[in-house]
């Protein structure tokens, strides 16, 4: 039996991002694994860390930075430290670059304001005010905009992928930059979600629509796409219903599904979360046995476990999906 192709998204350790090479090249060596099907990484782009203490400490004195120490750590990802992690930690494949979450300044600058601010409206996904702070304002300040073409030339250089987010594409048609943000990377694909809280759910369906992503595929000339099923458990949405309702489209362009556990926002995805079990028993011999599963999730919820509760959790999973 062929195994399906699994790779572990650097979201989970985004601001210790080695960690998940690390994870993933013990998992290849522990596995046996060969060159040809190498556990790989979807790893985010950042370009600098979101905080570091030793240039701000005052900031230890405010709650948030001492609960959270983990935004304290150096995110910063480049050529030179991933070769490093694979020379450290032993090899692991560099599937996917993710790009920013956002096209230009002006855009960041309207997305932090939502996100900053609509929460306290009581949004229609669940999560408090502050979950926008823990998540989006700290991944979209690492990782900053798509027009510093960091993504695109980690992906060259590594000869990868790229996922973007539906509207970052979208944008770089309009204002034709979509060469540019494409550069020499091995494929790009987009994820039918984008990235802020929605107060109403007919503008949630409307903006995770798998239509209206397959449009931006084809406008874009990109080449698939990422379903984000993490988002649809975030929102409370069955994800059997994409399947159940567009299965001729995700038939012909899905490449790839971001998966995590089936509770709380992206959390950690556990061989014993029932739910995600019984979905996957139901994806199989609805899925191309090409399409690739991601484990992504929430970096402040895996920071509640140990470093080897982590690895355990990971492999599980990946063990789990490979059998799907």
Not at 7 to 26: C, R, V
Not at 46 to 68: E, M, Q, W
Not at 164 to 190: D, L, P, Q, S
């Amino acid at each position: 039996m062929v195994e399906r192709p699994v790779d572990l998204s650097t979201s989970g350790q985004l601001f210790t991002p080695g960690k998940s090479g690390y994870f993933a090249a013990k998992l290849n060596k522990e596995d046996g694994r060969s060159q040809e099907n190498m556990l790989g990484l979807e790893i985010y782009a950042s370009t600098h860390s979101f905080v570091k203490a030793k240039h701000i400490p005052l900031l230890g004195k405010f709650s948030y930075f001492r609960n959270n120490p983990v935004v304290f750590e150096d995110a910063v990802v480049s050529v030179e430290r991933i070769k490093g992690w694979m020379s450290e930690y032993g090899p692991f494949a560099v599937e996917r670059i993710h790009g920013a979450f956002h096209s230009d300044i002006p855009n960041a600058l309207k997305n932090f304001l939502w996100n900053s601010f609509v929460p306290l409206a009581k949004p229609y996904e669940p999560g408090k005010a502050s979950d926008r702070w823990l998540i989006a304002v700290p991944v979209s300040w690492i990782t900053m905009t798509a027009q510093n073409n960091h993504a695109t030339k980690l992906a060259g250089e590594f000869g990868a992928g790229l996922n973007f987010h539906r509207n970052v594409v979208e944008r770089a048609v309009k204002t034709g930059r979509m060469k540019k943000i494409r550069g020499n990377a091995g494929y790009i694909w987009i994820e039918n979600d984008l990235d802020y809280i929605r107060e109403r759910p007919d503008q949630f369906r409307r903006e995770v629509s798998i239509v209206s992503a397959i449009e931006a595929i084809k406008m874009s000339g990109a080449d698939g796409l990422i379903l984000g099923i993490d988002h649809a458990f975030r929102a409370n949405k069955d994800p059997r219903d994409y399947f159940e309702e567009h299965a001729d489209l995700l038939k012909e362009n899905l490449r790839c599904i971001h998966i995590c556990g089936s509770k709380g926002d992206h959390s950690p995805l556990l061989p014993d979360d029932k739910e995600v079990v019984e979905l996957c028993r139901w994806l199989g011999p609805r899925l191309d046995p090409r399409v690739r599963f991601c484990v992504d999730t929430n970096p402040f919820l895996e920071a509640g476990y140990t470093e080897d509760q982590q690895y355990d959790g990971y492999k599980g999973a990946v063990h789990m999906l490979q059998s799907v």
